[in-house]
């Protein structure tokens, strides 16, 4: 029997391609993250809201620098200092243009429900009490985080994604990228419009297909984490769990909107079974 799924609760990953520009370090982008804030006074009036965000050229610029993304922990610890900052100034920077335009966000670091490296279950789901009998909008994000000792490991936004939806059951689990979604044919501009588990979602990865070589020519230069096929990745285990996982251009937030009210949608829905979501 599969979860019970909370029909009042939407995750939303803002990839760091959307939040910064990914190519010029230390740069975030306003403008998108300002429309994204547009859509959500919109939509926090009709649905609990979480949101994690990726480290773009924050975060992940800095992993190259202190070579973070190729060495095994124990990292130095100015290379943890610094990518940890990094993170929190591009959190506050999201924060302060979320609460200019009207919203009430309440950030929360990484560490706070994870504890030696897992997820406390228990503080997972009191994620949702921060949005219960108010406007608020819990916002987390990728970072470097504590493991024991002098260990340190780097958490994506991706993952933390995986954990809060295949935990927390939301109605509608999105990420956003740069891109509409998932090709099939990158060339052609070939998107793949949906992925169901029950058929052999495998096909993705496989040496002979196209997507394959495509989600690895996605990953960008500062996108330790992966980039698309990281995404994938962390999307079937939430799929499975029973909840449909889109992916999505969050340069065009409006699709976000798309999907809360069941309109044609350009971009990739992977599922573990048939939905009423139209997705082209």
């Known amino acids: 029997m599969g979860a019970m799924i909370d029909s009042n609760l939407m995750i939303i990953k803002m990839g760091g391609s ?32 979480l949101l994690v965000h990726g480290g773009g050229s924050f975060g992940h610029y800095w992993s190259v620098k202190y070579d973070m993304h190729t060495k095994p922990s124990p990292y130095s610890d100015e290379g943890v200092a610094v990518v940890h900052e990094s993170m929190i100034k591009l959190n506050h920077i999201i924060i302060d243009e979320f609460i200019k335009l ?26 949702v ?15 470097v985080i504590h493991i024991k000792d002098n260990n340190f490991s780097i958490l994506s936004g991706d993952t933390i994604m995986s954990i809060l939806a295949t935990n927390l059951h939301p109605r509608y689990c999105i990420f956003t990228t740069n891109v509409d979604g998932l090709y099939g ?4 501009k070939d998107l793949v419009p949906r992925i169901f588990l029950n058929n052999e979602v495998v096909e993705l990865f496989d040496s002979k297909s196209q997507s394959s070589n495509n989600l690895e020519a996605s990953t960008s230069k500062y996108d330790v984490t992966g980039g698309m096929k990281r995404k994938i990745s962390e999307a079937v285990p ?29 971009g990739t829905c992977i599922m573990s079974k048939s939905t009423n979501q139209s997705i082209r």
């Not at 966000?105 to 560490?111: C, D, E, G, L, V």
């Not at 490296?117 to 503080?123: E, I, P």
């Open 185 to 188: 044919d990158l060339d052609k």
């Open 18 to 49: 959307v939040v910064t520009f990914k190519d010029k370090p230390l740069t975030p982008n306003i403008e998108a993250i300002k429309a994204i804030a547009r859509i959500l006074l919109d939509l926090r009036k009709r649905i609990k809201i």
């Open 238 to 266: 939430i799929a499975r769990s029973g909840c449909p996982v889109y992916l999505v251009n969050g340069l065009r937030p409006e699709r976000i909107l798309d999907i809360f009210n069941d309109r044609d949608c350009v």
């Open 102 to 127: 009207g919203l009430k966000p309440y950030s929360f670091h990484p560490s706070s429900f994870m504890s030696n490296g897992y997820a406390d279950l228990n503080k997972v789901k009191e994620l």
């Open 129 to 143: 009490d921060i949005t219960t009998g108010n406007e608020l909008i819990p916002i987390t994000f990728g970072d």
